[in-house]
């Protein structure tokens, strides 16, 4: 059984940083694209950043360019967002999400979830 599962989450003051952590288990994630979504109140689930298991690649959103990184740890099998000068506008529930292939924005394609980490900002 595949599982995803986040934790780091938590309130932070604005300005401060937060490191995410989705620990994947159940099966071998080397051809899967990772992928951070978050999640806030009355919103729709946007796309954070992404991350090429095996290449290496990422890809983030405009919003969080320059503060945020994705980085992994294939030894672990884990995905790490570390996050950096965060904002009130950064709160939401995050998601980790691995997706087969090259997936990057498209929430819809990938196949695994995790249950998600609550971030809160303070101004």
């Known amino acids: 059984q595949v599982q995803l599962v986040e934790s780091g989450g938590g309130l932070v003051q604005a300005g401060g940083s937060l490191r995410l952590s989705c620990a994947a288990s159940?099966?071998?994630?080397?051809?899967?694209?990772m992928g951070w979504f978050r999640q806030a109140p009355g919103k729709e689930r946007e796309f954070v950043a992404a991350?090429?298991?095996?290449?290496?690649?990422?890809y983030y959103a405009d919003s969080v360019k320059g503060r945020f990184t994705i980085s992994r740890d294939k030894a672990k099998n884990t995905v790490y967002l570390q996050m950096n000068s965060l904002k009130p506008e950064d709160t939401a529930v995050y998601y980790c999400?691995?997706?087969?292939?090259?997936?990057?924005?498209?929430?819809?394609?990938?196949?695994?979830w995790g249950q998600g980490t609550q971030v809160t900002v303070s101004s």
């Open positions: 159940g099966r071998t994630f080397s051809s899967y694209t």
């Open positions: 991350i090429s298991w095996s290449g290496g690649s990422t």
């Open positions: 999400a691995a997706a087969l292939g090259v997936v990057v924005r498209d929430s819809g394609l990938y196949d695994y």
